[in-house]
């Protein structure tokens, strides 16, 4: 089995700062996510990534920068914090194939103030 | 244009009764359907899935019912526990096109000793 590493569990910003937010796999996954978790309204991608080196935008991109080093790791860079994004992202990887498991990390709880 | 639906937006069910909780998805190429069930400070998990050539899919006290021609499915839980209460996920995703679940707004489910 693996895992996907969230790092920080909390992380506490000013208004306007830049943040970023780290995923580990070792799943030897191809393609990873960058969802965000409000209240009352699921899950929304922000970024995501087929291979190193790749990005594309979800619906949510604007205000966000990501990154895909290396396979098994993708940051997220909140580019200037603002109060109403406090937020819980998760991190998300899956492998190629039709109907392959998503598998998510534990989340990375953001209070901007 | 929200593509995936759930409802109810919450549900409480007594222990022992089934809890049958509701999707609706936009999108005729969705063609995989997974459900994800959320604890509190965990990440979203796996549950059960199923695929669009299918209109039934069941395991153990979790059963995938699958509604092509109307775009509706749900899951239904049988002889509910308290450690089911929880958030409940639906997802859907075109394992043709791009590599991205697209997540409902959640059901969160109380189960009442």
């Known amino acids: 089995g693996g895992i996907i590493t969230q790092t920080p569990k909390f992380l506490i910003g000013q208004e306007g700062q830049k943040l970023t937010l780290k995923c580990q796999q070792n799943f030897n996954h191809d393609t990873m996510y960058w969802y965000r978790q409000d209240s009352g309204k699921g899950l929304r991608l922000i970024y995501y990534?087929?291979?190193?080196?790749?990005?594309q935008k979800g619906d949510l991109s604007e205000g966000y920068d990501a990154s895909r080093e290396k396979k098994s790791s993708f940051s997220l860079t909140v580019t200037s914090a603002q109060k109403n994004e406090m937020a819980v992202f998760l991190c998300?990887?899956?492998?190629?194939?039709?109907?392959?498991?998503?598998?998510f990390g534990k989340g990375t709880r953001l209070t901007v103030v | 244009q929200q593509q995936v639906r759930q409802s109810p937006q919450s549900l409480t069910v007594w222990e022992g009764e089934t809890a049958i909780l509701n999707c609706s998805y936009e999108?005729?190429?969705?063609?995989?359907f997974p459900w994800y069930q959320q604890f509190p400070g965990e990440g979203p998990a796996l549950l059960i899935s199923?695929?669009?050539?299918?209109d039934k899919k069941e395991d153990g006290r979790f059963t995938i019912f699958f509604n092509k021609r109307e775009k509706k499915l749900s899951l239904h839980i049988t002889d509910s526990q308290p450690g089911d209460s929880a958030t409940y996920f639906c997802a859907a995703r075109n394992t043709g096109g791009a590599d991205r679940l697209t997540f409902g707004k959640g059901t969160q489910l109380i189960i009442q000793p």
């Open positions: 199923i695929s669009s050539v299918s």
């Open positions: 999108d005729s190429t969705f063609n995989y």
């Open positions: 998300a990887s899956t492998g190629q194939g039709a109907d392959t498991e998503v598998f």
């Open positions: 990534s087929i291979t190193e080196n790749d990005l």
